[in-house]
C-alpha cells in the first residue's frame, strides 16, 4: 500500500497546486477558469514537440512551455475575462468551457490524443522509504504544493497586491473606488493562474501520460480541491487535494473500487461542501437562537 501512498501524494499535491492558481484568480476576478488544465497541456505538449522534433535541451524546452502559459492565460483573461468582470460566476466559468474546448481540440489535431512518455531529468534520482522508492520528481511536486501555497498566504496577507485581491474578493466596485488597480490586479492573477496551470501539468505529464484529455481534465480534481477549500482558503485546498490523490491511490489496487477512481474528487467535493453548508447553517441558527 506504501507505494500506492506515495504515488498519492505525488498526485494530489499537482491537483493542490493546480487548484491554488484557481482560487487565486477566482478571488481576484470572481472567474473559476475552466481552461486552466487545457493550459496546462498544451504548453507541455508544445515543450514535448520542442524537444522530441526539434532537439531542444528538456530543460530549455520545459521553460519555454513555463513561460507560455502565463502568457496564454493573461491573453484570455485581457481580451475576454475583462468583459465577463460583474457577471454571474456561472456564467464566468461557463465561458472558459470554450478556449478549454478550443484547446483541447486543437491540441488532438496537432499531435492526437496518443499517449505520450515525459521523462524529467529528476526521475533518475531518489531515495528508499521502508523499501519504497521515492523519486525526486514526487518529492518535488509535494514541495513545490507546499512551498507555493505558504508563499501565497504570506503575500496575500502581508503584500499591498496581495491586499489588493482580498479586496476585490470582498468588493470589486468600492475597491476601484478606493484606488485599486483592478485591471493590473487581475492581469497578475492570471499570470499566476497561468503559471501554476504549467508548473503542475509538467510533472503530471511524467508522473501519468502525457495525452491532451488527461492533462485537460486535470481541471476535475483541481477544482474539487479549490472547493474542499471554500474557494477561499489555500490550506483548504492543499489538504484537499493531498486527500483526493490519496484516497484516489488507495482504492485503485482494490479490483472492485478501481473502475470509480475518477469519482473521488466529485464525492470529496460534495461532501466537504454538503458539510460545510450543513455547518455554516447550524451557526446561523445558533446566532440567531
Not at 134 to 159: E, G, K
Not at 226 to 233: E, I, N, R, T
Request: aromatic residues 6%; glycine residues 10%.
Amino acid at each position: 500500500m506504501l507505494p500506492f501512498l506515495v504515488a498519492g501524494l505525488a498526485l494530489g499535491s499537482l491537483y493542490a497546486l493546480s487548484g491554488t492558481g484557481l482560487v487565486l484568480l477566482y478571488r481576484a476576478s470572481g472567474t473559476l477558469n475552466l481552461a486552466q488544465g487545457a493550459v496546462g497541456a498544451v504548453c507541455v505538449l508544445i515543450a514535448w514537440e520542442l524537444h522530441q522534433n526539434h532537439g531542444l535541451p528538456i530543460e530549455a524546452a520545459l521553460a519555454l512551455g513555463l513561460l507560455l502559459a502565463p502568457v496564454m492565460s493573461v491573453l484570455w483573461g485581457l481580451l475576454i475575462g475583462s468583459r465577463l468582470a460583474g457577471r454571474d460566476p456561472v456564467v464566468q466559468a461557463t465561458a472558459t468551457l470554450g478556449p478549454a474546448l478550443g484547446l483541447l481540440g486543437l491540441a488532438n489535431w496537432y499531435w492526437n490524443d496518443k499517449a505520450r512518455t515525459l521523462r524529467l531529468p529528476t526521475d533518475l534520482q531518489g531515495f528508499a522509504i521502508a523499501g519504497v522508492r521515492v523519486s525526486i520528481t514526487q518529492l518535488a511536486a509535494l514541495l513545490l504544493a507546499v512551498t507555493v501555497t505558504a508563499v501565497a498566504t504570506f503575500l496575500l496577507r502581508t503584500t499591498r497586491a496581495g491586499t489588493s485581491m482580498r479586496a476585490l474578493a470582498d468588493d470589486r466596485e468600492l475597491s476601484s473606488l478606493l484606488g485599486v488597480r483592478v485591471r493590473r490586479v487581475e492581469t497578475l492573477a492570471w499570470a499566476i493562474s497561468g503559471v501554476l496551470a504549467g508548473a503542475s501539468a509538467i510533472p503530471l505529464a511524467d508522473l501519468t501520460v502525457l495525452s491532451a484529455s488527461n492533462l485537460t481534465f486535470l481541471v476535475i480534481p483541481a477544482l474539487a480541491a479549490a472547493l474542499m477549500g471554500g474557494l477561499v482558503s489555500l490550506w483548504g485546498t492543499l489538504i484537499g487535494g493531498l486527500v483526493i490523490g490519496v484516497l484516489q491511490a488507495v482504492v485503485t489496487p482494490v479490483a472492485v473500487l478501481a473502475p470509480y477512481r475518477n469519482v473521488v474528487p466529485f464525492v470529496c467535493a460534495v461532501a466537504v461542501t454538503l458539510w460545510l453548508s450543513r455547518h455554516v447553517t447550524y451557526t446561523t441558527r445558533t446566532a440567531v437562537t
